[in-house]
């Protein structure tokens, strides 16, 4: 663990939906600072004001919350260093950028679009990369606060650095240019941005993408303006799709975070699958809670290589975190999922929980299985069949299915009534006592058929048990006298 106060930030821009790959950055930040009893600050890098998409900061907001993920300063938390959101900050970054112009690290661009492209076309004859300290001009006035500002590069030279993830790095002065600092309309751009923000905010580790590397000798240059320390520099693996052969991208099934609980994911297998995207303790383990990821979380063990996104893996990690749940969180999860009939206080609510539980691997699949072709459509939909199929193929009789549905019927009118109640697998593991036997005796498949029939009217649907034990006994007797009532009409 970090000896230092560890300050680290997850800094979106609100201009979209929050992508997974968004979301493990917030999440690897959040986990080293709370390793580290330190802080994690949710800012806003909203300065791009022509791609701002309303509504944007609200929904990364509610993606970060659901997933547990919490921020001590934030877009409505300011901090002793002010708002956490750059559009509120601009005088801040006015103040260092007429700095940065007096010392002569930064001067006003003088230049109109045309001439720039002539002297991008100079440099395609001379086959050379277009730099723009390379046609900075010789003196330039003072800045008035609305013109372009760019840094003027203050040392041509080979830059290295350390990379918490990558080790020792490097890049040559082909990396290096006179960047725009501030825009003219007033606004400043991320690369000049952040970096105020991440020196004023106290922020030691900067967690991000890994293409931000080839951009990182020209943050330094600035660092080395503004007479800045720089943070560690933690550089995240990429998540591939699932082939490995390139980034996760929209077309590969990178969705919005929500969209995830909308799907019925919980908010703690997403997190732990993310985390094992690029990362791992280096044990066997695989489900660990928020609190467990917290403890266990160290930067030395974050991969180089990238990480597959595999939605598999996911929904695995998805069913081992609802088998966790407790029997009243799951029932908190289940309730947004069902059909209107089934209230939430009723007595089969409670009969079909692990009964739901043992079926599902995400909460929307609970839907699933009350429509037609479910195999929990019997419960809230009385059987309509046709007396033909309560009977038994091997033996098409309905004096025999009638005989068999009769005595079945008498089987579970004399167990006590509060054997049906409680955990349905117990009560159905009584009502097989009941009735097994003579299953046994008479041919399982006339018996069981019939009062399967009875009380499902489904072929596919739970053994004829634990269908009684979720309807209750008043329930199924009412059905076994309806199927009754068919067979002697037909």
Same mark, same amino acid.
């Given at each position: 663990?970090?000896?230092?106060?560890?300050?680290?930030?997850?800094?979106?821009?609100?201009?979209?939906?929050?992508?997974?790959?968004?979301?493990?950055?917030?999440?690897?930040?959040?986990?080293?600072?709370?390793?580290?009893?330190?802080?994690?600050?949710?800012?806003?890098?909203?300065?791009?004001?022509?791609?701002?998409?309303?509504?944007?900061?609200?929904?990364?907001?509610?993606?970060?919350?659901?997933?547990?993920?919490?921020?001590?300063?934030?877009?409505?938390?300011?901090?002793?260093?002010?708002?956490?959101?750059?559009?509120?900050?601009?005088?801040?970054?006015?103040?260092?950028?007429?700095?940065?112009?007096?010392?002569?690290?930064?001067?006003?661009?003088?230049?109109?679009?045309?001439?720039?492209?002539?002297?991008?076309?100079?440099?395609?004859?001379?086959?050379?990369?277009?730099?723009?300290?390379?046609?900075?001009?010789?003196?330039?006035?003072?800045?008035?606060?609305?013109?372009?500002?760019?840094?003027?590069?203050?040392?041509?030279?080979?830059?290295?650095?350390?990379?918490?993830?990558?080790?020792?790095?490097?890049?040559?002065?082909?990396?290096?240019?006179?960047?725009?600092?501030?825009?003219?309309?007033?606004?400043?751009?991320?690369?000049?941005?952040?970096?105020?923000?991440?020196?004023?905010?106290?922020?030691?580790?900067?967690?991000?993408?890994?293409?931000?590397?080839?951009?990182?000798?020209?943050?330094?240059? $600035?660092?080395?303006?503004?007479?800045? !320390?720089?943070? @560690? #520099?933690?550089? +995240?693996? /990429?998540?591939? =799709? %699932?082939?490995? &052969?390139?980034?996760?991208?929209?077309?590969?099934?990178?969705?919005?975070?929500?969209?995830?609980?909308?799907?019925?994911?919980?908010?703690?297998?997403?997190?732990?699958?993310?985390?094992?995207?690029?990362?791992?303790?280096?044990?066997?383990?695989?489900?660990?809670?928020?609190?467990?990821?917290?403890?266990?979380?160290?930067?030395?063990?974050?991969?180089?290589?990238?990480?597959?996104?595999?939605?598999?893996?996911?929904?695995?990690?998805?069913?081992?975190?609802?088998?966790?749940?407790?029997?009243?969180?799951?029932?908190?999860?289940?309730?947004?999922? $069902?059909?209107?009939?089934?209230?939430? !206080?009723?007595? @089969? #609510?409670?009969? +079909?929980? /692990?009964?739901? =539980? %043992?079926?599902? &691997?995400?909460?929307?699949?609970?839907?699933?299985?009350?429509?037609?072709?479910?195999?929990?459509?019997?419960?809230?939909?009385?059987?309509?069949?046709?007396?033909?199929?309560?009977?038994?193929?091997?033996?098409?009789?309905?004096?025999?299915?009638?005989?068999?549905?009769?005595?079945?019927?008498?089987?579970?009118?004399?167990?006590?009534?509060?054997?049906?109640?409680?955990?349905?697998?117990?009560?159905?593991?009584?009502?097989?006592?009941?009735?097994?036997?003579?299953?046994?005796?008479?041919?399982?498949?006339?018996?069981?058929?019939?009062?399967?029939?009875?009380?499902?009217?489904?072929?596919?649907?739970?053994?004829? #048990?634990?269908?009684?034990?979720?309807?209750?006994?008043?329930?199924?007797?009412?059905?076994?006298?309806?199927?009754?009532?068919?067979?002697?009409?037909?």
């Amino acid at each position: 663990m970090s000896t230092e106060k560890v300050v680290t930030r997850f800094a979106p821009s609100p201009t979209g939906f929050m992508h997974i790959g968004g979301v493990r950055t917030a999440l690897f930040a959040y986990l080293w600072a709370r390793k580290n009893s330190g802080t994690f600050i949710l800012r806003i890098e909203d300065t791009d004001k022509e791609r701002e998409v309303a509504g944007s900061i609200d929904h990364i907001q509610q993606a970060l919350a659901w997933l547990g993920i919490e921020w001590d300063f934030g877009p409505k938390k300011p901090g002793p260093f002010g708002s956490c959101i750059q559009s509120e900050r601009l005088a801040i970054y006015k103040e260092f950028a007429e700095k940065l112009a007096a010392a002569g690290h930064a001067y006003p661009d003088p230049y109109t679009p045309a001439e720039v492209d002539a002297f991008r076309k100079q440099s395609e004859a001379a086959k050379k990369p277009f730099l723009f300290r390379d046609f900075r001009p010789a003196t330039f006035g003072a800045w008035d606060g609305k013109q372009t500002l760019r840094l003027k590069v203050p040392e041509i030279k080979r830059f290295k650095w350390h990379d918490a993830v990558r080790g020792d790095l490097e890049a040559g002065e082909e990396a290096l240019d006179d960047f725009v600092l501030m825009k003219a309309d007033g606004y400043p751009t991320y690369n000049f941005a952040h970096i105020i923000d991440d020196h004023l905010m106290g922020v030691t580790h900067v967690m991000r993408g890994d293409e931000f590397i080839s951009s990182t000798p020209r943050f330094l240059s $600035l660092y080395q303006a503004l007479g800045f !320390t720089p943070p @560690i #520099f933690v550089t +995240l693996p /990429p998540i591939l =799709r %699932d082939d490995r &052969t390139k980034k996760l991208g929209k077309r590969d099934g990178a969705k919005d975070v929500l969209e995830y609980r909308i799907e019925g994911y919980l908010p703690e297998a997403m997190a732990n699958f993310l985390a094992f995207i690029g990362w791992n303790p280096g044990t066997e383990e695989e489900v660990f809670t928020m609190k467990e990821l917290i403890n266990r979380f160290e930067i030395e063990k974050i991969h180089k290589a990238g990480g597959a996104y595999n939605e598999e893996k996911l929904a695995w990690f998805n069913r081992q975190h609802l088998l966790r749940l407790s029997d009243e969180s799951f029932a908190e999860h289940a309730a947004t999922f $069902l059909p209107d009939s089934i209230s939430t !206080t009723s007595a @089969i #609510f409670s009969r +079909l929980l /692990p009964v739901m =539980r %043992d079926k599902i &691997t995400l909460f929307n699949e609970i839907s699933a299985l009350f429509h037609p072709e479910g195999e929990l459509h019997f419960v809230t939909t009385s059987p309509d069949y046709p007396a033909d199929r309560l009977l038994w193929k091997k033996n098409p009789s309905r004096e025999t299915a009638g005989k068999h549905l009769t005595e079945a019927r008498k089987l579970l009118a004399g167990m006590p009534a509060g054997e049906f109640d409680g955990n349905p697998t117990e009560a159905a593991d009584k009502i097989k006592a009941a009735v097994f036997p003579y299953a046994e005796a008479n041919g399982r498949g006339d018996v069981l058929w019939p009062l399967r029939v009875a009380l499902t009217g489904q072929d596919k649907s739970p053994d004829p #048990f634990m269908s009684a034990a979720i309807l209750g006994q008043q329930e199924s007797l009412r059905r076994i006298d309806l199927a009754l009532t068919k067979l002697s009409a037909s």
